[in-house]
């Protein structure tokens, strides 16, 4: 019997599966592969298991800033994103990942799931 309860506590908890917190992407670069770059991360945010697209109807909780323009170097670019967690209207002070690294300009798609990825796991242990 208590088997069977504990089977059905898991199967309820697993129903409602993780929290996911929406998630905005910010930058305030205009230029047009920094652009490509946070359409692509945004893009890559709907596959993660943490994290949901920021609609607009609600408050972000989260949010990926691409803290300068990606530098681009021959076939290659360079970035830096912040896992940002917001509380009420205040940004906390802590980060809850830092990411960067260099993609191939050409794969910009991958490489921003894989960010997401990233930031996804911080955003589950949160």
């Given amino acids: 019997m208590n088997a069977l309860f504990l089977s059905l506590l898991m199967v309820a908890g697993s129903a409602n599966g993780p929290v996911q917190h929406s998630t905005d992407v910010k930058t305030d670069a205009s ?22 697209p920021w609609s607009g109807d609600e408050a972000d909780d989260l ?19 912040d896992l940002m967690k917001k509380t009420g209207d205040m940004v906390t002070p802590d980060r809850l990942a830092s990411l960067t690294g260099t993609c191939r300009t050409k794969e910009i798609a991958p490489c921003a799931a894989d960010i997401v990825a990233k930031a996804d796991k911080k955003a589950g242990e949160d």
């Fill in 31 to 52: 230029d047009p592969l920094t652009g490509k770059f946070a359409d692509a991360l945004r893009s890559a945010i709907p596959h993660a298991k943490h994290m949901k």
């Fill in 63 to 81: 949010y990926l800033t691409i803290l300068w323009p990606v530098t681009e170097d021959g076939k290659r670019f360079s970035y830096a994103v």
